[in-house]
C-alpha cells in the first residue's frame, strides 16, 4: 500500500501518546531502529491542495501533545514499510535522532504583521518634509506620470523603513524571549516572522503577543501561528553531540 | 479585535497559507520516494499571488495620490495610473509588489521542480529583480 510519509518521531512515540488524530488521516509508525515515520495510507488519486490540511494538523497534534517531529516535506510518498525503512529511516538514522533531540524542546511560533498601508503612508508624510514638496509640486502644469512614479516610489522607500523600524521595535520582546528567528517574507504589507521558541516559553511568547497587540493601535494587526513544527530552522539545528538545550542555542 | 488577549491560532486558516507552510519546506527524502506535485496546485497559488499583488498596488497607488496636495491633481493622478496600468505601461511600479510575492512563492516552491510551463514563468520576476537595483535614476532622473 502507498503510504504518505509526514513526519519523522522517535521510535519510543511509535504509539503517539496523547496525539489528537485528525479524522482524514489514519496514521501510524513505522519504525528502525531509534527512530520512526509518521506515515498514512496514500489517497487513491493525486494529491491535492486540500491534503495539505491534514498533513500539517497531524503534525501540529504531534507537537501538540509534547512529542518531537521532523516534519517531511508534503507529497513525500513511499511504496511500502520497507521503503519506508530502507529509504528513509535507515540511511540517515543518527541524524535523524540527533535532530529530533536537537527539537525536542523547541516549537516554531510565527508572527503575520499586516499594516496598514493609508496609516503608513501617512506616518511618513508627516514625517518627511521632501515627501511633502515633492507632492507639492506635482501641483505644476506639465508634471507627468514619471514625476508622479517618482513620488510613489519615494513614499515607498520611506514606509519600508518606518515598518521595519516599527517590526524592530514591537519585535524586540519576542526577539528577546525566541532562541532565534527568521524572517520569511516582507513587503509593505506583510511581515512575516518565525521564532524558534522553548516550550516552557510559549506562555511568554504569548503575553508579549498580547502586549504587542494592545501597542498596535490602527498601525497594524497581527496574526499569530503556532505552536508548529520547527519548519524555518531544520537546516540550522545544532545537532552536536551533546545536546544540552540551556547551552546549545546560546548564540 | 481583542487588546488583551492573544489570540494564537493552531495553524493558518487559509489553504493557501497552509500550502505556504508544507510546499517544499520540511524534510526532503532524497530517494525514489519522493513525488512532486500535480500542477493545479501551484496554478492556484500563482494566482492567489497575482491577485493579491495587485491589489496590493491598487491600494498604495491610492494612498501616494493622497499625498497630492493639489485638489485637481486628485482627480487626475489616479485615473491616470490606472489608465497607464491598464496598457500595461506601470509594469515598472507594479514589479516591486510582484517581485517580492513571485520571489517568495518561488522559495515555497522550489525552483527546478516544475514542469517547463513553470520554469518559464519564474524566469520573468527574477529577470525584473535585477532590474530594481537601480529603478530611482531610471524612472525618475529629476529626483536627485
Same mark, same amino acid.
Given at each position: 500500500?502507498?503510504?504518505?510519509?509526514?513526519?519523522?518521531?522517535?521510535?519510543?512515540?511509535?504509539?503517539?501518546?496523547?496525539?489528537?488524530?485528525?479524522?482524514?488521516?489514519?496514521?501510524?509508525?513505522?519504525?528502525?531502529?531509534?527512530?520512526?515515520?509518521?506515515?498514512?495510507?496514500?489517497?487513491?488519486?493525486?494529491?491535492?491542495?486540500?491534503?495539505?490540511?491534514?498533513?500539517?494538523?497531524?503534525?501540529?497534534?504531534?507537537?501538540?501533545?509534547?512529542?518531537?517531529?521532523?516534519?517531511?516535506?508534503?507529497?513525500? /510518498? *513511499?511504496?511500502?514499510?520497507? &521503503?519506508?525503512? %530502507? #529509504?528513509?529511516?535507515?540511511?540517515?538514522?543518527? $541524524?535523524? +535522532?540527533?535532530?529530533?533531540?536537537?527539537?525536542?524542546?523547541?516549537?516554531?511560533?510565527?508572527?503575520?504583521?499586516?499594516?496598514?498601508?493609508?496609516a503608513s503612508v501617512a506616518a511618513?508624510?508627516?514625517?518627511?518634509?521632501?515627501?511633502?514638496?515633492?507632492?507639492?509640486?506635482?501641483?505644476?502644469?506639465?508634471?507627468?506620470?514619471?514625476?508622479?512614479?517618482?513620488?510613489?516610489?519615494?513614499?515607498?522607500?520611506? /514606509? *519600508?523603513?518606518?515598518?521595519? &523600524?516599527?517590526? %524592530? #521595535?514591537?519585535?524586540?520582546?519576542?526577539?528577546? $524571549?525566541? +532562541?532565534?528567528?527568521?524572517?520569511?517574507?516582507?513587503?509593505?504589507?506583510?511581515?512575516?516572522?518565525?521564532?524558534?521558541?522553548?516550550?516552557?516559553?510559549?506562555?511568554?511568547?504569548?503575553?508579549?503577543?498580547s502586549r504587542l497587540q494592545a501597542?498596535?493601535?490602527?498601525?497594524?494587526?497581527?496574526?499569530?501561528?503556532?505552536?508548529?513544527?520547527?519548519?524555518?530552522?531544520?537546516?540550522?539545528?545544532?545537532?552536536?553531540?551533546?545536546?544540552?538545550?540551556?547551552?546549545?542555542?546560546?548564540? | 479585535?481583542?487588546?488583551?488577549?492573544?489570540?494564537?491560532?493552531?495553524?493558518?486558516?487559509?489553504?493557501?497559507?497552509?500550502?505556504?507552510?508544507?510546499?517544499?519546506?520540511?524534510?526532503?527524502?532524497?530517494?525514489?520516494?519522493?513525488?512532486?506535485?500535480?500542477?493545479?496546485?501551484?496554478?492556484?497559488?500563482?494566482?492567489?499571488?497575482?491577485?493579491?499583488?495587485?491589489?496590493?498596488?491598487?491600494?498604495?497607488?491610492?494612498?501616494?495620490?493622497?499625498?497630492?496636495?493639489?485638489?485637481?491633481?486628485?482627480?487626475?493622478?489616479?485615473p491616470g495610473l490606472m489608465d497607464?496600468?491598464?496598457?500595461?505601461?506601470?509594469?515598472?511600479?507594479?514589479?516591486?509588489?510582484?517581485?517580492?510575492?513571485?520571489?517568495?512563492?518561488?522559495?515555497?516552491?522550489?525552483?527546478?521542480?516544475?514542469?517547463?510551463?513553470?520554469?518559464?514563468?519564474?524566469?520573468?520576476?527574477?529577470?525584473?529583480?535585477?532590474?530594481?537595483?537601480?529603478?530611482?535614476?531610471?524612472?525618475?532622473?529629476?529626483?536627485?
Open positions: 500500500m502507498v503510504l504518505l510519509v509526514h513526519g519523522i518521531l522517535r521510535a519510543e512515540d511509535a504509539d503517539l501518546p496523547g496525539v489528537g488524530l485528525p479524522d482524514a488521516l489514519r496514521p501510524r509508525a513505522v519504525t528502525a531502529g531509534p527512530v520512526g515515520a509518521l506515515v498514512s495510507p496514500a489517497p487513491d488519486r493525486e494529491l491535492t491542495a486540500q491534503d495539505a490540511e491534514p498533513h500539517l494538523d497531524l503534525l501540529i497534534a504531534v507537537v501538540a501533545a509534547g512529542l518531537p517531529v521532523l516534519p517531511v516535506a508534503f507529497g513525500t /510518498v *513511499a511504496p511500502d514499510d520497507d &521503503a519506508v525503512r %530502507e #529509504e528513509v529511516l535507515d540511511p540517515e538514522a543518527g $541524524l535523524l +535522532e540527533q535532530r529530533l533531540a536537537a527539537v525536542a524542546d523547541l516549537i516554531e511560533l510565527r508572527l503575520d504583521v499586516v499594516f496598514d498601508t493609508d511618513v508624510r508627516d514625517a518627511d518634509p521632501d515627501l511633502r514638496r515633492m507632492a507639492e509640486r506635482l501641483g505644476g502644469p506639465g508634471v507627468g506620470l514619471s514625476e508622479r512614479l517618482a513620488l510613489g516610489e519615494a513614499t515607498a522607500t520611506r /514606509v *519600508a523603513e518606518h515598518q521595519s &523600524a516599527l517590526v %524592530e #521595535e514591537w519585535t524586540a520582546e519576542l526577539e528577546e $524571549l525566541a +532562541e532565534r528567528s527568521a524572517v520569511l517574507h516582507g513587503d509593505e504589507q506583510l511581515r512575516r516572522i518565525a521564532y524558534l521558541v522553548r516550550r516552557d516559553r510559549l506562555d511568554d511568547a504569548d503575553a508579549a503577543v501597542a498596535l493601535g490602527n498601525r497594524a494587526r497581527i496574526e499569530y501561528i503556532g505552536p508548529l513544527p520547527v519548519y524555518s530552522f531544520l537546516d540550522d539545528l545544532d545537532v552536536g553531540p551533546s545536546p544540552e538545550p540551556a547551552s546549545q542555542w546560546g548564540w | 479585535m481583542t487588546m488583551t488577549t492573544a489570540s494564537r491560532a493552531p495553524r493558518p486558516s487559509s489553504l493557501a497559507d497552509v500550502l505556504d507552510v508544507v510546499l517544499d519546506k520540511g524534510i526532503v527524502i532524497d530517494a525514489y520516494v519522493r513525488v512532486s506535485l500535480v500542477g493545479i496546485e501551484l496554478l492556484t497559488i500563482d494566482a492567489r499571488i497575482v491577485i493579491a499583488s495587485v491589489d496590493t498596488y491598487l491600494r498604495f497607488a491610492e494612498a501616494v495620490n493622497r499625498l497630492d496636495l493639489q485638489p485637481s491633481e486628485q482627480v487626475a493622478g489616479l497607464n496600468m491598464r496598457e500595461g505601461g506601470a509594469r515598472t511600479k507594479t514589479k516591486g509588489a510582484l517581485t517580492g510575492a513571485k520571489e517568495s512563492i518561488k522559495e515555497t516552491l522550489g525552483i527546478g521542480g516544475g514542469d517547463d510551463d513553470e520554469d518559464e514563468r519564474e524566469e520573468q520576476p527574477a529577470e525584473r529583480r535585477r532590474d530594481r537595483s537601480a529603478p530611482a535614476s531610471r524612472r525618475a532622473p529629476a529626483r536627485g
